[in-house]
Every structure is written in C-alpha cells, then in structure tokens.
C-alpha cells in the first residue's frame, strides 16, 4: 500500500477467479467464431479444424462459469437470476445468455454429428445401441436430403451463435466499462477491447492444441488450415492491442485528472505485468514473430515453431490483460491519492493451485470428447461438416 487508501480498499475483493472467469469465457467465444467462420464465411481452408473448435468452445463453456461459483459466498444462490430475473442487471441477463449460448452450441454439435451418431448406431449392439438411438431421437435415416438439412441447421445456428459469442464475452467487458467510479475500467471501448482479445485467445488455444495433439498422435499438421489460423490470429492480435493502445494514447493526450493517477498506476504497480509482460514481450514477440511468418516464406518447421510460440504468447498476452484489468482497476484508491498491493494465495479457496485446477479441467475433458465426438477424421473433407 501506498498513499493515502480508504480502510474499505485495503483488500482486493475480486481476486484470481474473477481474472480466470473473463478468461475462460474468452476461449469459449473465440473458438467458436473460428468455426463460424468456416461454417458461416466459407472459408474452406478452415474446414479440418471447424469441429475441432466447435467441440473446444464447448468444453471450456462447461466450466466458464466454475470461477464465478467458487467465487461467490454461497454458489447455490447462483440459480436465483434464472428464476427471478432483473432485467436491469448485467449478471441476471448473462445468466440466460449463458443458457440460450450453450443450446446452441450443443445443436451445433448435435447436427454437426449426426452422421458419425448413425454410424455408431448401426455398428453397435445392445445397451450402446440404445443410448445412441436416444441421442438421435429415434431418427436414425441418413441420405442426401438429410445431410443438406444438417448442413444447413449447422450454418443457421452457427450464424445466430456469433453475436451471440460476442455478446457472451462482450458483457464482461462492459460491466467493467460501466464502472464509472473506476478510472482504469471506465471507457466505453472495454466492450469492443474483450471481444477482439477473447478471439485473440481463442485462436491461440486452437493452433496450440492443435499442434500438441497433433503431436502426440504423430500425424500431419493441415498446414493450410494452420496458415489460416496463423494470419487469423495475426490480424485480431493488432486489432485488439491498437485498441487498448489507443484508449490509453487518448488519455495521456487529454491530460486529465483520471491519466494523473493512470500514469503512476502504469509506471509503478503495473510497470512489469503491463508494460515489460504484456505490451514488450508477449504483444510485440509474438506480432514479431507473426510478422516473419505471414511476410516471409519460411521453412514449415521453422513457421510452425514460431506459430505454436506466437500462440503460447498470446495466450500469456490476453491472460495479463485480464489480470491487468480486473486486478489493476482495483488497486486504484478512489482518493486518486494511493494505491494498494494484492499477492494471489497458493492453496487458498481462490488461490493459484484451484484456478490451475479449473482451467486444466477443460483439456482433460477435451481429451474424454474425442472418443464421442471424433476432432479429425479421414473423410473431414467430403463430411457436411
């Protein structure tokens, strides 16, 4: 602490959950555009990686909202916005976003598999059989007509389900842009500056999973679809710094009372996880490295490698965005006279082991998914997916 803090600010109230939470939901809405955008846009070249990252989106949306339920005093409260809603609170409407997010995701997958479900359907016997005819619903027919209802039920869905994404990872961002009280929360630009990171991230948990499983099996990389990725992630990685770059320039331009106590801020308890993490190492190394691939014809080994290390440092970038955000806006007296500190815990119930534990849950998952819902198989390319 430092300066003159009022006794209710001594403590950081919201703490490493509340950075894992925005996190989390980021990846969730950042994969599932990639998939849209293949589904959607066209874009071909995506095809191999669309259910994989629709699948992704997924399990990660399983545990979004984990962070937020250890975080609350009494979890089971949780359940209250859904059944008696206010509709002018941001939590009570993230609530049935959440709700109306996961059936569409989950519709996505249903139709997206139908066709591998009826294979298994018709290959099994006994008790699987049976659990795969409840999944199918009893429709168990599959011809031209029907991929072409499924194909086009997947596009619909994956059409609706992008502003629907946004708007999942796109409220985080403006609850904190609507703190007015908060001079490093308040602006207008929180919404549109989570969206663009929450791709960022979700681009760079595919091409690293991509590669690592990849990997593990010892099969070939599609390396179009990664290319595409990589100029993806390239392109939405500038988009989402030059923002928060330039709601910060416009600050220190103005020159007011709230850029006074930003720039301490800034320059002291933030200097090593804003500006040396976050903006020199983790931004400018991997738009570097971006940079090489996109402009240069590399060797693929080589392009691949700095790929996969541009992904593991954006997904560094984004997660000290959040912890810069979330745990930087409170460090802020509202004296605008002092700062206090804030050390994450080990072992705490909001401690650095459990947000581990939290976020590696989904990967494991991921791994159990496969078995049901198949990433990548031999025919991708002639599948309606």
């Known amino acids: 602490m430092s300066g003159f803090v009022f006794p209710n600010e001594l403590h950081v109230i919201w703490t490493v959950m509340i950075v894992l939470y925005p996190y989390t939901t980021g990846m969730v809405a950042g994969a599932f555009i990639v998939s849209s955008l293949y589904h959607v846009f066209g874009i071909t070249r995506l095809r191999p990686i669309a259910r994989f990252s629709l699948v992704s989106s997924f399990a990660f949306l399983l545990f979004a909202t984990f962070p937020l339920l250890i975080h609350l005093g009494h ?105 007015k009280a908060n001079p490093w929360w308040s602006t207008p630009l929180m919404f549109i500056i989570f969206i663009f990171s929450a791709v960022v991230s979700g681009i760079s948990v595919l091409i690293f999973l991509y590669q690592f499983v990849n990997w593990l099996r010892k099969s070939a990389i599609d390396q179009d679809a990664l290319d595409v990725m990589a100029r993806l992630l390239w392109g939405f990685m500038i988009v989402a710094v030059v923002l928060e770059l330039m709601e910060l320039l416009s600050l220190a331009y103005e020159q007011t009372e709230r850029w006074a106590v930003l720039k301490f801020l800034i320059t002291g308890p933030l200097w090593y996880t804003y500006v040396v993490f976050q903006l020199l190492i983790c931004s400018l190394g991997s738009f570097l490295l971006l940079s090489f691939v996109t402009l240069i014809r590399l060797p693929k080994r080589l392009s691949n490698l700095l790929i996969f290390i541009s992904s593991i440092l954006l997904l560094g970038q984004v997660l000290l965005m959040r912890w810069n955000v979330v745990i ?37 998952l991921l791994r159990q998914f496969d078995k049901i819902f198949p990433f990548f198989t031999p025919d991708i390319r002639k599948s309606n997916a």
């Open 328 to 364: 930087g806006g409170q460090l802020v007296s509202r004296s605008y006279r002092g700062f206090t500190s804030f050390l994450p815990g080990i072992f705490e119930k909001e401690g650095l082991v459990v947000a581990a534990v939290i976020f590696i849950i989904p990967f494991l």
């Open 75 to 179: 979890p089971e409260r949780a359940f209250n916005i859904m059944i008696t809603p206010h509709f002018t609170s941001a939590m009570s409407g993230f609530g049935f976003v959440y709700m109306i997010y996961g059936i569409l995701v989950f519709l996505e997958i249903w139709f997206c598999y139908r066709a591998d479900f009826i294979s298994h359907h018709t290959a099994a016997g006994g008790i699987v059989k049976a659990i795969y005819y409840v999944l199918l619903l009893g429709v168990t027919e599959q011809n031209e007509h029907t991929d072409q209802v499924d194909h086009k039920m997947v596009k619909a869905l994956a059409g609706v389900g992008i502003p629907v994404a946004c708007i999942l990872h796109g409220y985080v961002g403006f609850l904190f842009g609507s703190i």
